[in-house]
């Protein structure tokens, strides 16, 4: 089977030959972006000139009047703005798990372009519904009060009180938090997805860094996304490609099958891509129960060197074929270490906190 991104880069080769750099291409992520070079150069067979590769978020970023903020300092100006409107005295370090979440949710709100002010008075009545549980029988109410037993307790005590007097002050917070940020010339991605969108919606005529944009494996969309890829294409300066060709997407009994005929209805592409579904059959999986992370990372490197032994992996550029998914980032360096010297070249595509590595773990030099 040949892969999506190969075929949308041999179509455009094909066109544009040496002069497919005029081009820019968005991705959903980085990766998806490396790989589509990947097979631009093997299709060439020569060097050239790159395109342009830019992620759905650089899109927005480049749109966009604001600059992306530093995380930390949206948690301090989250602080400060929390504590001067709940007034409240809690430390940094108790408020910094709350204030993530908040900062998440602000992100989400935006990003689907939901009105603020309704969703958290409909949020505020909502929790407050449950001070009435006459509704419920006497099982249901011991079965919910176990589940919250251990966040937000359902007896009128100082901790629901507080958990109430919190989601209060949620659209004030929301509004002077984004205020703040605004007089910086700073925002949350979200915000910025908000304003582009926005301007969008409103048919204002947004200056383009680029002649043509051709938007290749989005899948779900956020209406800020949506939004926006709707005004470009209005504009003709849009192109789109789905990777909705693998049968398992296009089974309309899978939940992820939605979004397809609502995104070739309204994005459809420019050009056609020759058609390589691969034949409808269920993957194999086999399941090995292994108690300990090491002993995880070397079964990695037992079923590797199967994989080289049996052929199924033939060549040190293969092996970008084969996916290993690990569910903690302190797997990273075990499995590295883990793989076969015959497998030469490899993508990381995860994130690994400074704490866990070498140079954290280094002790101090003495003064």
């Known amino acids: 089977m040949t892969p999506f991104l190969h075929r949308v880069a041999q179509v455009f080769y094909s066109e544009y030959g040496n002069e497919v750099y005029k081009l820019s291409f968005v991705f959903p992520n980085k990766r998806a972006g490396v790989f589509f070079q990947k097979y631009l150069a093997e299709i060439a067979g020569k060097p050239v000139f790159s395109p342009r590769i830019i992620t759905i978020q650089e899109l927005f970023e480049s749109l966009s009047a604001y600059r992306t903020a530093d995380r930390t300092d949206m948690l301090v100006t989250l602080y400060q703005q929390y504590n001067r409107i709940g007034r409240s005295e809690e430390l940094f370090d108790d408020f910094l798990y709350w204030g993530e979440i908040l900062l998440n949710d602000f992100n989400d709100l935006d990003k689907h372009l939901a009105d603020a002010r309704q969703l958290f008075i409909n949020i505020h009545n ?47 917070l929301y509004t002077a938090f984004r205020d703040t940020l605004h007089k910086r010339g700073y925002a949350y991605e979200g915000m910025l997805f908000r304003e582009v969108a926005e ?30 890829m709707k005004y470009l294409k209005n504009r003709g300066v849009a192109d789109f490609y789905w990777d909705y060709e693998s049968p398992l997407v296009r089974d309309k009994k899978n939940r992820a099958s939605r979004w397809i005929q609502e995104n070739l209805l309204h994005f459809p592409s420019k050009r056609l891509l ?61 499995v590295l270490y883990s793989i076969p010297q015959a497998i030469e070249k490899i993508n990381v595509t995860m994130g690994y906190s400074l704490q866990h590595s070498s140079a954290a773990s280094h002790p101090k030099p003495r003064s």
């Open 126 to 172: 909502l929790k407050s519904m449950d001070d009435d549980l006459s509704y419920l029988t006497p099982e249901q109410v011991a079965a919910i009060r176990r589940f919250w037993a251990t966040f937000m307790p359902y007896e009128g005590n100082e901790t629901k009180r507080e958990f109430l007097e919190t989601w209060q002050i949620l659209f004030e």
């Open 274 to 334: 020759n058609t390589d579904i691969p034949a409808a059959k269920k993957p194999d999986i086999h399941l090995i129960g292994i108690p300990s992370g090491v002993g995880q990372a070397k079964t990695v490197n037992r079923l590797l060197s199967q994989l080289l032994n049996d052929k199924n992996i033939t060549g040190p550029n293969v092996g970008l074929n084969t996916a290993i998914v690990l569910p903690d980032e302190n797997l990273l360096l075990p």
């Open 199 to 228: 301007r969008a919606r409103q048919k204002e005529e947004i200056e383009l860094p680029f002649p043509e944009l051709v938007f290749v494996g989005l899948n779900a969309l956020t209406p800020s996304e949506a939004e926006l």
